[in-house]
């Protein structure tokens, strides 16, 4: 009997002890449910995210909302590679070459719109003074403004991203399919084409 009651009095601090509960995943999946659920409710901030200002679609969404039209000023602005390098595979003349070829190829589709192609150093005159052209650019830009009078920068080609020269006739027409979604085709006049032959394009950048 002794033993049975030094044996309770040793257990019973054990037994009052509160004990502690079993882990369950069941806060982890209503947090993981929270988040989808958020995610597939379009919340403000992955909303925001996903929303790219400066693709063809954003474009292309304010084109069939009629906030761009004929009469929207549009301009499209180019910055390459005008100076010298290190390299003797660098052909500047390349560059200038292709700026000339793109703006004749603009100017001629584009001719029933109000559009204007800029070069480097030719800016909008409420715009900011441009910066030097980077070494190996050739990036191609919409400007336009919104239906809230928001600028916008429309990326049509980027040779720093790309690491490769644009078709200037692929640029122009996937454009004009944006502004105005229709069968077209578009070719280079032959005397760009015979400035630019292929032999000076192989190796070199």
């Known amino acids: 009997a002794g033993q049975s009651g030094n044996r309770s009095v040793a257990e019973a ?5 509160p004990r502690r509960p079993r882990p369950t995943s069941a806060p982890i999946r209503n947090s993981a449910a ?15 995210r996903r ?18 039209t004929r009469q929207t000023p549009l301009q499209i602005a180019v910055e390459y590679c005008g100076r010298s390098s290190f390299s003797v595979r660098h052909n500047e003349a390349k ?8 703006a004749s ?3 001629e589709h584009f001719k029933d719109r109000r559009m204007t192609v800029l070069k480097n150093s030719e800016v909008p005159p409420d715009a900011e003074a441009p910066r030097p052209p980077r070494l190996g650019a050739f990036e191609i ?15 049509l080609h980027s040779k720093l ?15 004009a399919d944006t502004l105005d979604p229709r069968p077209r085709s578009i070719s280079l006049p032959a005397s760009s084409c015979a400035q630019l032959d292929l032999d000076i ?3 070199e950048f």
């Open 201 to 203: 394009w192989d190796g």
């Open 51 to 68: 929303l790219d200002t400066s693709s063809m679609s954003f474009l292309r969404s304010h084109v069939m909302s009629g906030h761009v």
């Open 141 to 155: 830009e919409l400007l336009w403004t919104d239906s809230n009078r928001q600028p916008r920068r429309t990326l």
């Open 105 to 107: 190829v603009a100017y």
């Open 13 to 17: 601090p054990e037994a009052a002890r």
């Open 34 to 48: 929270r988040t989808a659920g958020s995610k597939a409710g379009g919340g403000g901030v992955s909303a925001t």
């Open 95 to 102: 560059y200038t070459q292709l700026a000339e070829q793109l």
């Open 161 to 175: 991203h790309s690491r490769v020269f644009p078709n200037v006739a692929r640029v122009v027409e996937d454009l």
